[in-house]
């Protein structure tokens, strides 16, 4: 079976599963688990920022970096399609209490414009008390829900500069910011530079079995683990874990512009193709939305299964694709070629 569901479905590969084997492992609840404390320096140096935390997922990253830097009761301002938002099951509200303010987003990205919209003064003689303060504000980059769409750089600048003019504390969901720097060479501490803390995966594109880590400066970080241990993040001989991850960065990377000409190909080919529609300008990474215009999803996707191919319905008519270390070019062509017959059955 060729898995195209999502970058989350990757096998640690064999000299991965020996760096996890030969991992020195401490307790990551003391923070003396030698493969966790190497994971969170290199990460740091990475993004550019003072500390790291390894933590078990990207959600749970982005659910501590909210609750270090608000109050219940805080606005947080993040895109309608952002996964805090729209993925992450209402932890924000139920977990930090605060409210989530939809900014209108193009493929998820916003102006500063947007953002000062969102952050209305009190008008004059209106008492400050009736406002409810806004207090930080969420990017993501890549989007995934935009199907793994690029914050320009300057865009992201721009967006951070307005949320420190108001008064805000920035995060940057980077989940996939590994494949923005890969598509752009941009790198991710260029990306990471202007937010307070930034969130990154492994176990996505990377294809690490687990964890994310959240990257800031020593004082948000030293907050933040606290709420880790809090959410229940305290995960012992997590050192087996952060080996993968490390072992990950360091020969993973590079090869994510594979996946990025793979979607690119595979996309091209779906133009092509009768009863299937793809927007090409929007496939800048790893992942693939196109439509089934003569069938439903759900049946399109149950062809191609029986074929050897798995892939996600994403709606009545909307299919997701997406690339990583477990598809090869073979892989991939082979995928298209079961696609194209299963919209032509
Ligand atoms: C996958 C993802 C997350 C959450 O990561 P998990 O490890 O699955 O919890 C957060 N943000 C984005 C943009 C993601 O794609």
Not at 83 to 90: A, D, I, P, S, W
Not at 245 to 260: F, G, K, M, S, V
Request: proline share 4%.
């Amino acid at each position: 079976m060729i898995d195209l569901r999502s970058d989350t479905v990757t096998q640690p590969t064999p000299e991965m599963r020996q760096a996890i084997a030969d991992a020195p492992v401490g307790d990551d609840v003391y923070h003396d688990d030698p493969s966790v404390l190497a994971l969170e320096e290199m990460v740091s140096e990475l993004l550019g920022k003072e500390d790291a935390i390894y933590m078990p997922t990207g959600t749970m990253s982005n659910q501590v970096a909210i609750r270090a830097h608000t109050e219940s009761g805080d606005v947080v301002l993040a895109a309608a399609s952002a996964h805090v938002n729209t993925n992450e099951l209402g932890a924000a509200n139920a977990l930090a209490g605060v409210t989530i303010r939809e900014l209108d987003s193009t493929r998820g990205t916003f102006t500063a414009e947007e953002v000062r919209r969102a952050v209305p003064e009190p008008p004059a003689g209106m008492p400050g008390a009736l406002f409810q303060p806004v207090t930080l504000l969420a990017a993501e980059n890549t989007h995934n829900g935009a199907g793994g769409a690029i914050w320009p750089i300057e865009d992201l600048h721009a967006v951070a500069a307005t949320a420190g003019e108001l008064g805000l504390a920035t995060h940057l969901d980077g989940a996939r910011l590994w494949n923005a720097s890969a598509a752009t060479g941009i790198a991710e501490s260029e990306y990471a530079h202007d937010f307070d803390t930034v969130s990154v995966c492994f176990s996505k594109g990377l294809g690490a079995p687990v964890g994310s880590a959240l990257v800031g400066d020593r004082a948000v970080i030293d907050r933040a683990r606290r709420f880790k241990q809090m959410y229940g993040g305290g995960f012992r001989q997590a050192g087996m874990m952060a080996a993968g991850a490390a072992y990950a960065i360091t020969n993973h990377r590079q090869r994510l512009t594979e996946d990025h000409d793979n979607a690119k190909r595979v996309a091209a080919g779906i133009a092509d193709a009768a009863g299937l529609d793809v927007d090409l300008e929007t496939i800048v990474t790893n992942m693939v939305y196109f439509r089934v215009t003569e069938k439903s999803a759900a049946e399109f996707a149950t062809t191609c299964r029986a074929s050897g191919v798995n892939l996600l319905p994403t709606g009545s008519n909307t299919i997701r694709i997406v690339f990583h270390l477990g598809v090869t070019v073979p892989d991939a062509t082979k995928a298209l070629e079961i696609i194209t017959a299963a919209a032509a059955d």
